[in-house]
């Protein structure tokens, strides 16, 4: 197939040598002009089946299908893989129609490493028939391709997702740099909050790898997962949902960017919390059920944020559990009953407002 890929930052690379591995006829263009990359984008999509977007933001989406709504030529289908807005995804999809391109949001889920290894969560938005039509280009670097809803949906369900995972992963962390402040080993506290409701993708695969080494190295930055959070913000507030867990969450996280700044790996979350005093008090097990209680919380309010955006109920759920968003909440369908004596016996930060 003959694709061009717009934005060949970190994942963009990623998934231009999962592409290229695969024999796709590949077209780049980036605004860092380098060796290999067209000099325009209206040039790298001539003779294009399909355009990827893999951009750092919404703005960046509105500057670059503006360009490509202006190429004589265009591209009939345009698959944006950057996490926006569901709003502006369906602003500009109105935009590039008058053009005769179609278009499909599919933001990814799990970072510059599952690129790599071809293994993202791929959760698109748009018409069923369009997917399956950029299936074959999708699969060269998602193992895990699902339909959302309609076009937007995709871009709610990784805002959604990856809020999910930002709460799930500050709430570990900071408990975590509490139980070992008061003398436990953190591998064992792992391991056991892992056979309990506290367990989540989040304490199975990034603490083990990626924090217990200390090589905070799972290839996401803290300002993107600030970003997705703050999406998720705006989301509810087009809907007047109030979200007062996720706001504690977001606050978490812009205290951590103005410690360790944007470029750092999402996971030194972890090294945030290590420079903080702690707060609260609890036992190791009961920090493990303030865990499962904080992503219980979360998930009752991002999951009906997810519906109003046109995901179906357990549709969200299940993309959810598939993704790195999943907790053992998640995965009970949010059915438990609130533990909030063990919230109260922890006094997490994260609840409390993240200041």
């Known amino acids: 197939m003959r694709v061009a890929l717009i ?5 963009g690379s990623a998934i231009a040598e999962r592409l290229r591995r695969a024999g796709h006829e590949l077209s780049l263009y980036d605004v860092r002009h380098e060796a290999g990359f067209a000099a325009s984008l209206a040039l790298a ?16 989406v509105r500057q670059a299908a503006s360009e490509l709504a202006a190429v004589r030529v265009p591209p ?27 278009m499909l ?40 391709i699902v339909w959302a809803g309609p076009l937007g949906a995709g ?8 809020a999910l995972s930002a709460a799930s992963l500050a709430m570990t962390a900071e408990m975590l740099v509490r139980a070992a402040r008061a003398g436990a080993d953190p ?15 989040n304490s199975e695969v990034k603490f083990p790898r990626d924090i217990l080494p200390g090589s905070y190295a799972a290839g996401f930055t803290a300002g993107f997962m600030e970003k997705d959070v703050a999406t998720a913000l705006r989301m509810a507030e087009a809907h007047a949902l109030p979200l007062a867990v996720t706001k504690s969450v977001h606050a978490v996280w812009r205290a951590a960017l103005a410690e360790l700044g944007a470029a750092a790996d999402f996971t030194r979350i972890h ?31 991002l999951i009906p944020l997810a519906v109003r955006e046109g995901v179906e109920r357990d549709r969200a759920l299940g993309i959810v559990n598939a993704s790195t968003g999943r907790s053992e909440a998640t995965r009970a369908g949010l059915a438990w009953e609130l533990d909030s004596e063990a919230l109260s016996a922890c006094a997490p930060i994260l609840v409390l407002g993240g200041e």
Not at 155 to 162: D, G, I, P, R
Request: proline residues 6%; glycine residues 14%.
């Open 7 to 11: 934005g060949v930052g970190r994942m």
């Open 45 to 60: 999509v001539g003779g294009a089946e399909l355009a990827f977007f893999c951009l750092p933001d919404e703005a960046g």
């Open 76 to 102: 009939p289908l345009l698959v944006d893989l950057t996490s926006s807005l569901p709003a502006t995804t369906r602003l500009v999809a109105g935009q590039l129609a008058r053009r005769g391109i179609r």
């Open 105 to 144: 949001d599919v933001p990814l889920s799990g970072g510059v490493a599952g690129a790599r290894e071809g293994r993202l969560t791929a959760m698109a938005g748009g018409p069923a028939e369009l997917l399956e039509l950029a299936r074959p280009a999708l699969s060269a670097f998602a193992s895990n």
């Open 155 to 162: 871009h709610a369900m990784k805002a959604v997702n990856n």
């Open 187 to 201: 591998r064992a506290v792992i391991a056991d909050w892992n056979r309990g409701p506290a367990r989540s993708q």
């Open 271 to 301: 090294q945030h919390f290590q420079s903080r005093p702690s707060g609260g008090g609890g036992t190791v097990h009961e920090m493990g059920r303030a865990i499962a209680a904080v992503c219980l919380l979360a998930g009752r309010e």
